[in-house]
């Protein structure tokens, strides 16, 4: 999720198991520790454009890795920050900090190797979104305020706030895809896989992709009691023997796409506007369109040993956000 969520929740689990006397530097140690994991932005290749998406959210995101990723904070933060602990408390706060951010990033959409090295497998739960204020608020307020009376219980109301917020997303989770299996019926379509992943910001409208024979098709659905349907598109799915004859197996580019299709789990289309260019169709801002946040482009010029394109097309503009509004509101 966003910074501000990851470090607010490992600040909350952190005050949680603090007293009175330390929970400013509880508060401080957890939060950081919450915020480490992500470093693993900064690694990243001038030349291969896919190596950060092998590493973002590997091995720092890993539950093995939490007692080491704990040790290192506390290592360089204790002496700035443990002013009156010993250095065993300041680990634990760290680790208690840094515990929650694997496990906080697997339930939104993006997957997290958190069984690495055991296995390179994603793991998304899909059950909140990477931004969403009605989740973070209430735990950035209860935290400052546990900072400011010295009362611990604050902390354990917020973490308390982002269990229940969590287990809300799982319960609208499921009835997202009961409602994708419901729709898919309708069209006499029997789905190879199916998922749900919440709107930005809310746990009320969800996006719904299924795969078929050879499509993907992406809806939108307004989980309330009576659920609220918007049918959207659908995309060719990627067969490289069918829209890439020219493409050599044993090429750069040709790995690149696999190294993309094990990111996007698969869910990889032939762009509609863009024959070169593939996308990775679980993620759009309106939730049945497809527009895909990123993609990557090959080019049949570039010699055996290149590597593709990567584009970002994270772009939102007011009709998106219009459209997106419509369909939460109306």
């Known amino acids: 999720m966003d910074p501000i969520s990851q470090g607010s929740l490992g600040a909350v689990l952190a005050q949680s198991g603090s007293n009175p006397a330390k929970i400013k530097a509880a508060t401080l140690l957890g939060c950081f520790g919450g915020l480490a994991p992500d470093l693993d932005v900064f690694i990243f290749s001038p030349t291969d454009p896919l190596l950060f998406l092998e590493f973002h959210r590997q091995f ?14 506390a290592t360089v933060l204790h002496r700035l920050l443990g002013k009156g602990l010993r250095f065993r408390e300041s680990y634990l706060f760290c680790l ?15 997957g997290t ?14 059950n909140v979104s990477i931004i969403d204020p009605l989740f973070t608020l209430p735990i950035l307020a209860l935290v400052i ?36 299996y419901e729709l898919a019926a309708e069209r006499g379509h029997d789905p190879i896989r199916l998922e749900a992943k919440p709107g930005f910001a809310n746990l009320i409208l969800w996006k719904v992709v299924y795969e078929t024979q050879d499509r993907f098709f992406v809806d939108g659905v307004r989980v309330e009691l009576e659920n609220k349907f918007f049918p959207g598109d659908s995309a060719e799915k990627l067969n490289l023997d069918k829209h890439f004859t020219w493409l050599d197996p044993t090429s750069q580019q040709a790995r690149d796409v696999e190294r993309f299709r094990w990111f996007s ?30 993609a990557i482009d090959l080019d049949r ?6 590597h593709i394109d990567w584009i970002a097309l994270r772009k939102t503009d007011s009709a998106q956000t219009q459209r997106w509004w419509r369909m939460l509101t109306e």
């Open 60 to 73: 720092t995101h890993s539950l093995v890795f939490i007692p080491i990723g704990a040790l290192l904070v």
């Open 96 to 110: 208690l900090g840094y515990a929650t951010h694997g496990l906080l990033d697997t339930c939104t959409t993006y």
């Open 113 to 126: 190797q958190l069984l690495w090295p055991f296995t390179s497998a994603r793991f998304a739960w899909n």
């Open 145 to 180: 305020v546990g900072v400011y009376r010295k009362q611990p219980w604050f902390g354990r109301a917020a973490f308390s706030w982002a269990v229940c917020y969590l287990l809300i997303g799982v319960f609208q989770r499921d009835r997202a895809i009961a409602a994708g």
């Open 265 to 294: 789990n698969s869910y990889l289309a032939i762009d509609p506007t863009k024959p070169d260019r593939v996308i990775d169709v679980r993620y759009s801002v309106v939730p049945n369109e497809i527009d895909a946040l990123w």
């Open 301 to 306: 010029n570039k010699p055996d040993d290149a």
